[in-house]
């Protein structure tokens, strides 16, 4: 009976081994091939959401807004995120986007890397900007870190008319 049962052990652990190896990532459905499949295919294809975004360069931002460098801060989805503008004659240019502790993996680090929300606050001249897929928290935080920056340059051209009434 030892041999018996030797034997089928053997058999089983033998059924078994086989039945593992079919479980390998060599087959069509695995998750490593269709993801390559995939980013291969995505390099063939045109983005459908790759839209270039184009300022109107006659826009400017509404109300009074005193020439000058800006810069305000907004909270993204795990940190701070700073815009740097210059207002020009009430035209909007933003010169810089930071953030800290944006997570590369999140779509709001991609948007202010390539210079996505910085195209965007450009051509809304201002802080009314579409939300970026997978970044609706960073847009949040992209927002009001715009409006902080108008709010002071909004309130040196208070200054400016108070002083100039004084006068």
């Given at each position: ?50 839209v ?33 503008l ?29 210079g ?46 108070s002083?100039?009434g004084?006068?």
């Open positions: 009976m030892t041999k018996g049962k030797a034997t089928l052990a053997a058999c089983a652990s033998t059924a078994l081994a086989l039945g593992l190896a079919g479980c390998g990532a060599s087959y069509e459905g695995s998750g490593s091939k269709d993801a390559a499949s995939a980013e291969q295919l995505a390099l063939r294809l045109d983005d459908p959401w790759a270039e975004m184009k300022a109107d360069s006659t826009a400017k931002a509404e109300g009074e807004l005193v020439d000058g460098v800006y810069t305000g801060s907004g909270t993204g989805m795990e940190g701070l995120i700073t815009t740097t210059l207002v020009d004659d009430n035209r909007i240019t933003c010169l810089e986007i930071t953030q800290e502790g944006e997570s590369q993996s999140r779509g709001g680090y991609e948007a202010i890397r390539d996505r929300f910085a195209a965007m606050i450009e051509a809304a001249q201002g802080s009314d900007i579409d939300a970026v897929t997978g970044a609706t928290i960073t847009t949040a935080g992209v927002r009001q870190a715009v409006d902080d920056a108008l709010a002071q340059a909004a309130a040196g051209a208070a200054t400016t008319k002083e100039e004084s006068r």
